[in-house]
């Protein structure tokens, strides 16, 4: 079945000056037209698409990437407001519109906002929201400790950053294990560090535990071969040195190297550490 809003590997069925028509199953056959073609197109090849409605509400399909799907979240800039609502710069011809009934505060032109796309089920038509609280935290949490995820940097608070997990939950990410710049609107990678008996989530932007150390000491050895074999780094370095070079905190830098100075594989020196080449 064809999904309105996401992308879908659809079968091209027909050509015509103006495009190529695709299989849309029980959409019947959907257009892609002739500026999104790709090159060497023939009839029973498998594009793969994105399905959305023109300036006049009839399906069609495109090859361009939005920078955002139904059933996701992201950070978009207002190109222009009207009675109707708020028109978002999406990446295609057509804006996204967040009703003003699905706005938390009115929208303004040139300002960037997160927000929720989905289909409504009364127009049929594609849109967005900014009341995010309400397609979060309705699934059952299934997560591990220390899966990776996906996450969107939302909000900056008095003890962190709240951000949205795999477009499914809340999570809180805190100051105090930040060790990169991050922004609101930033998708980034992060581990599931806690799940609280009131079901809120901590989440980390480095694996946790050994794994953590592993990676910290590849990233140790690969910048050594990058820099003639030496870094003016050492366990007597500041947490912020650390940090700018590294994105960690101290104490995982003084188990990376400690953990590579076991293995041989460096000498730690006085005001850096240098690659073992015996």
Known sequence: MVKVGRYNALKVIKTVDFGVYLDGEDKGEILLPARYIPENCRIGDIIDVFIYFDSEDRIIATTEKPYIQVGEFAYLKVKSTNRVGAFLDWGLMKDLLVPFREQRVDMKQGYYYIVYAYLDHESGRIVASAKLNKFLNNLPIDYEINQEVDLLVVQETEIGYKVIINNTHWGMVYYNEIFCNIEKGDHIKGYIKHIRKDEKIDVVLQPVGYEKIDTLSSEILRSLHENEGYIPLSDKSSAEQIAEHFSCSKKNFKKAIGALYKQR??????????????
């Open 265 to 278: 594989l460096i000498l730690i020196l006085e005001n850096g550490i240098r690659l073992n080449e015996k």
